[in-house]
């Protein structure tokens, strides 16, 4: 394995979006990611404020979604989220497309949808991942999203919500990066759970991964570092 501690953990968004969790373990999950020193927390929306109070002083960013986990609110309402989101402390948001207007071809639409939230996100100097959810989608699909959010400086593209019928592949992430823009940044989730499913999307160009089980993966980060000669 040829990085280190940080370059793994810097490349997690810790996952805290099962709508199951209790305030506890929303509370726990991000202390726990402060402990880790992974890239962000990516929290239910209503506790982000929290979030990045307890993440203050760290260099753990506060972030949270927007559009999720379908993304067929209205653009009036996603652009609501955004500036509540970004009110409460987000540092970077996970907005997810609209994804019928994707796969009924009214391209202006879903653009214009994505636009807003970019916008707005950049006017407040924060960055902006949008979510294919690539498991509903063709690979015409795909390759105009990542023409699309390339042309409206999207800062990553993303594979998945992880709470769809499919996540991150490897075929995705590499179409993904063969397809966008070099400046924007890949980030795949959905069924990343161990330190190889990383390192894989890592070796295709992937800076981002979401995670849940964070913890797990870090630790065996550093169990293989210990035994490196």
Known sequence: MDC???????????????????????EQGCLMAREYDVASVCILPYRLKRCAEILQESSVKASTTIGFPHGGHASAVKLAETKQALSDGAEELDMVVNVSRVL??????????????V???HAAGRKIKVIFENCYLKDEHKIRLCEICSELGADWIKT????????????????????????????????????????????????????????????ECRRRLEKRP
């Open 119 to 121: 916008v707005a996100t």
């Open 4 to 26: 280190s501690y940080r370059d793994i953990a810097k490349m997690i968004d810790h996952s805290l979006l099962n709508p199951a969790l209790t305030m506890d373990a929303l």
């Open 104 to 117: 009924s071809g009214d391209w202006h639409g879903a653009r214009e949808d994505i636009e807003v939230v």
């Open 160 to 219: 998945s919500t992880g709470y769809g019928p499919g996540g991150a592949t490897i075929e995705d992430v590499r179409l993904m990066r063969a397809h966008a823009a070099p400046q924007v940044q890949i980030k795949a989730a959905g069924g990343v759970r161990d330190l190889d499913a990383l390192l894989a999307f890592r070796a295709l160009g992937a800076t981002r991964v979401g995670a849940s089980r964070t913890d797990k993966i870090l630790d």
